[in-house]
């Protein structure tokens, strides 16, 4: 398969961040996306988007440019499609492939990889919730080359899983009203699953789509960190969407990978964080740092100092590859085997990687400037852009009570809670 080159594109046209102006949809895509066959398959078409994305990384990040190209092409790769399960057309990898496909992306632009998150989890929940009929429709939309976005969280309510989205049931139709904000993806999608709250106080997806009467999507992400992933605010007034496709929230429930899945994505982009710093650190070293005066020795990188933090950081970013890969096989148990002690084992050791992963992409992002030196912090390198995103991205779901949970599974054999955030 030839992996779609992003097109020439003028990126002084671009929307960018920070923005309070309201962005049009983007077109729907003119040819049917790539369908991926096999795990092999994700794994060398992600090597081969990686290696284009990584080139104007810097460029976006530096001019808060989203992007758009990069975009179309990861979609039409057939990326996106890759956890839709085979009876349904698509490849059905396992989930440490998926993670394993995140995380080679993050390294090359951890904003493009957190972009398809939202995307890649609700596929997951409409195998998990949806109704035969619902599965037919929503992922030959998927295969077709079609993106979610994410209307979920919302910035002002009390905790993150309380909701003031509202949805009511009017004829053949639901009517949504509310707003949203940390909304990444929705600006580049085709497609918005909005959270809402039913009549019964039941939590729902409403998929409606982007150039639907009444959403309104704003480019008003200003963090220093995640800068160009489309992670504004989707205003909701009076959308009015087929109640066919209405999808209850029943994953948490009962024992399922849903929650697993949302947080082994996050830990994957974490993981590429890393090893996208590391790798910084090592070309920088070798071509732009100079020798400590006190070391004697010709190169930055005969240090010893050097060389000894290197290995450090190698072992510790392979120990959370591995608990990666580890998380990724008992969510693939749990997939095919939902019990509660299959589950909580999946949840824990998800867990488990989330706290590595993030321990590592902030070490090695503060390891890069003091191995690399002064000059690595000048503004042509943009090197702070790998700290700037490990900080941001790693704020997501406070490994603070991962230890928690994971010690009091251990201890006290209590399970860790369903939700999207365990």
């Known amino acids: 398969m030839g992996v779609i080159e992003p097109q020439s594109i003028d990126y002084t046209q671009h929307p960018r961040v920070n923005s309070s102006d309201p962005v049009p949809p983007r077109g729907r895509p003119t040819q049917a996306a790539h369908v991926i066959a096999s795990d092999e398959e994700a794994l060398a078409v992600a090597h081969q988007l990686a290696a284009q994305f990584a080139v104007g990384a810097a460029l976006r990040d530096r001019e808060g440019l989203l992007p758009i190209a990069e975009i179309d092409a990861y979609s039409q790769s057939g990326l996106w499609g890759i956890n839709v399960p085979k ?26 990889a957190q972009i398809t998150q939202n995307h890649l989890a609700i596929t997951g929940h409409i195998d998990l919730d949806g109704t035969d009929e619902q599965k037919k429709e929503f992922f030959a939309w998927v295969l077709s080359g079609l993106r979610f976005g994410n209307a979920f969280s919302e910035l002002n309510s009390k905790t993150v899983a309380a909701f003031e989205t ?12 509310g ?26 997806l409403v998929f409606a789509d982007r150039e639907a009467p009444g959403i309104t999507v ?41 929650g ?36 004697g020795k010709e190169t930055a990188g005969e ?62 992002t503060n390891k890069l400037f003091e191995l690399s030196g002064t000059r690595s912090t000048l503004a042509k390198y943009d090197l702070d852009r790998h700290w700037r995103n490990a900080r941001a991205h790693t704020l997501h779901d406070p490994v603070r009570w991962k230890f928690f949970h994971v010690g009091n599974f251990y201890l006290n054999g209590l399970n860790p809670p369903r939700h999207p955030w365990s």
């Open 179 to 204: 707003e949203k904000f940390y909304t990444t993806g929705a600006l580049l999608s085709h497609i918005i699953p909005i959270v809402a709250v039913d009549e019964n106080d039941q939590g729902v």
């Open 87 to 112: 009876a349904y057309g698509g490849a059905g990898v396992s989930y440490r492939t998926l993670a394993r496909v995140i995380a080679i992306l993050a390294a090359a632009d951890p904003s493009i």
């Open 218 to 258: 704003t480019n008003n992400w200003s963090s220093f960190g995640q800068r160009t992933t489309a992670s504004g605010s989707v205003k909701i007034e009076n959308v009015r969407v087929p109640k066919h496709r209405l999808l209850p929230i029943a994953a948490f429930d009962r024992p399922t990978i849903a």
């Open 303 to 364: 240090d010893p100092f050097t060389i000894a933090a290197i290995g450090d950081l190698k072992i510790r970013l392979h120990a959370a590859e591995a608990l990666l890969a580890i998380a990724g096989d008992a969510i693939d148990a749990g997939y095919e085997n939902p019990t509660e002690e299959v589950i909580a084992d999946a949840t824990v050791k998800t867990a488990e990687a989330k706290v590595l992963t993030t321990e590592i992409a902030i070490l090695a």
């Open 166 to 177: 509202r949805v009511v049931r009017d004829g053949d139709d639901v009517v949504v009203n």
């Open 260 to 295: 697993p899945v949302s947080q082994i994505i996050q830990a994957a982009i974490d993981a590429g964080i890393a090893r996208g710093a590391i790798d910084a650190t090592i070309a920088f070293v070798k071509t732009h740092s100079r020798p400590w005066v006190d070391s």
